[in-house]
């Protein structure tokens, strides 16, 4: 979750190609039912959806991490240089990170 880079894998929900190639390796790879996690940082999820389709997806969960920075500390001392500092912190710089509930 923490990828800072550009070209993680974080950004394969909204290449179409890659979703439906990466849906077409899973369904080939295995017996049983694949199902899609869509993200929330498109603004349309018709086509990565229907890309999962025609990768061969037997369904879609359209709704996967949020993009978000998951932490900010607000139970430090006004003295404190921690408060209101982001988490998680990465080499000293803020990060997105992602929020989301169990799995």
Do not use: W
């Not at 550009?6 to 039912?33: M, W």
């Not at 018709?46 to 999962?52: E, F, G, I, K, V």
């Not at 408060?83 to 509930?101: D, E, R, V």
């Amino acid at each position: 979750p923490q990828m800072v880079r550009s070209d993680a894998g974080h950004h394969v929900g909204q290449q179409f190609d890659l979703i439906e190639r990466y849906t077409r390796v899973a369904k080939n790879s295995c017996s049983i039912p694949v199902i899609a996690k869509m993200t929330p940082n498109i603004t349309d999820m018709l086509p990565a959806a229907l890309s999962a389709q025609r990768g061969g997806a037997d369904g879609i969960s359209a709704i996967n991490t949020l993009k978000s920075i998951s932490h900010i500390e607000l139970n430090y001392s006004a003295s404190d240089s921690q408060i209101y500092k982001p988490q998680p912190s990465i080499s000293g710089n803020s990060s997105i990170s992602g929020f989301s509930g169990n799995a």
